[in-house]
């Protein structure tokens, strides 16, 4: 059971990036989906989650107002639109499901699992 990022790349400042979330061995549909991102050097950092039917949305302040998360479970996939990208959103990104499914303020990051391969995306200057 693991999720597959993909969609990343290289893009300038400025520039923008449509990722998307798939997954083998189980419908996404049911699960809380997050976007995490590890940039190199530092810690892995959780940057945005949706709940099972898309009502309830979250980002974190480094990325809110610029990327957007959403859902299609018709074709079990989440994107995250990436608008007004900048150097710092370089990074390998992560997309990750947990069984409790989201409400409202910051998610519980460490709930998330069935890691599985990431996307790279880098913004250059």
């Known amino acids: 059971v693991q999720l597959q990022a993909s969609g990343g790349g290289f893009v300038q400042a400025g520039g923008s990036l449509t990722l998307s979330c798939t997954a083998s061995g189980f419908i996404l549909d049911y699960n809380a989906i997050a976007w995490f991102r590890q940039a190199p050097g530092k810690e892995r950092e959780g940057i945005s989650c949706?709940?099972?039917?898309?009502?309830?949305?979250f980002y974190a302040p480094s990325v809110k107002g610029r990327f957007t998360i959403s859902r299609d479970n018709a074709k079990s996939t989440v994107y995250l639109r990436m608008n007004s990208l900048k150097p710092e959103d370089t990074a390998v990104y992560y997309c990750a499901a947990s069984r409790s499914d989201y409400g409202t303020g910051v998610p519980i990051w460490h709930i998330f699992g069935s890691w599985g391969q990431g996307t790279l995306v880098t913004v250059s200057s």
């Open positions: 949706i709940s099972s039917g898309g009502g309830s949305t």
